[in-house]
């Protein structure tokens, strides 16, 4: 089954300590991004990547790193988390569109608490 | 800049009624795309249609349908005979293109439906 997954969906840390989300895809896409929701704002992203070992910074980058070293899996890591970064994250993965917009998948989303 | 506006922030509506939900959107280029997504109450993004700015042909899948006006600049997704499974909160995406590099979604803020059984 075509899928995106991340893990852990429920997290719950303190300021300061170190974690990575992990996201993986099954179709081979190229692109990848990560997003955040939170409420009011929508989705809006975090960091991006065309294919591995190339990425970039999106809308909201501040506190997050990201790190893609194979093509099916792409983490966001928080160095140090506070707690503005108390949000629902989402993984997407879309093929390349080369020109035109593919249609891009989510997973099932990451809701963590930074207390 | 790309913005994607939808203005109805909440939405009830009673179960068999038809319901449409607005999205207005901003860019400056003449090649973009617009999405539809479905947020249900478990928290997942389901994917519902994908559209080019070179085709405004209306679109219907079942109870769903949407209407592409670019006179306008709005993308409306109406949901005939809602059903309770219909409740959620509905999304409006843009991706501005040609697209060489980012192909960044920009998100509306959400419409939360609510159907009344």
């Known amino acids: 089954e075509a899928q995106v997954t991340q893990n852990p969906r429920y997290l719950i840390t303190v300021t300061g300590k170190k974690l990575t989300v992990t996201c993986s895809q099954n179709m081979n896409h190229e692109y990848m991004s990560w997003y955040r929701q939170d409420p009011g704002l929508g989705l809006r992203q975090i960091y991006y990547?065309?294919?591995?070992?190339?990425?970039d910074k999106g809308d909201v980058p501040e506190g997050y790193k990201v790190s893609r070293k194979e093509k099916r899996n792409f983490p966001l890591i928080l160095e140090s988390p506070s707690p503005n970064q108390t949000s629902l994250y989402f993984c997407a993965s879309s093929a390349y569109g080369y020109g035109h917009q593919e249609t891009q998948y989510f997973g099932p989303g990451t809701r963590l608490l930074v207390l | 800049a790309q913005k994607v506006t939808q203005a109805q922030t909440e939405i009830s509506v009673v179960e068999k009624e038809d319901v449409t939900l607005d999205c207005v959107y901003e860019?400056?280029?003449?090649?973009?795309?617009l999405f539809w997504y479905k947020q249900p109450p478990s928290g997942e993004l389901v994917f519902l249609i994908r559209r080019n700015s070179f085709d405004e042909q209306n679109e219907i899948s079942g109870r769903y349908s949407w209407n592409f006006q670019k006179s306008t600049s709005s993308f409306n997704f109406t949901i005939t005979a809602s059903q309770v499974v219909d409740s959620a909160v509905y999304f409006c995406a843009l991706s501005e293109g040609p697209l060489f590099g980012n192909e960044k979604l920009t998100f509306g803020t959400g419409t939360r439906l609510t159907i009344i059984p």
């Open positions: 860019t400056r280029d003449t090649t973009y795309y």
């Open positions: 990547s065309m294919n591995v070992e190339v990425t």
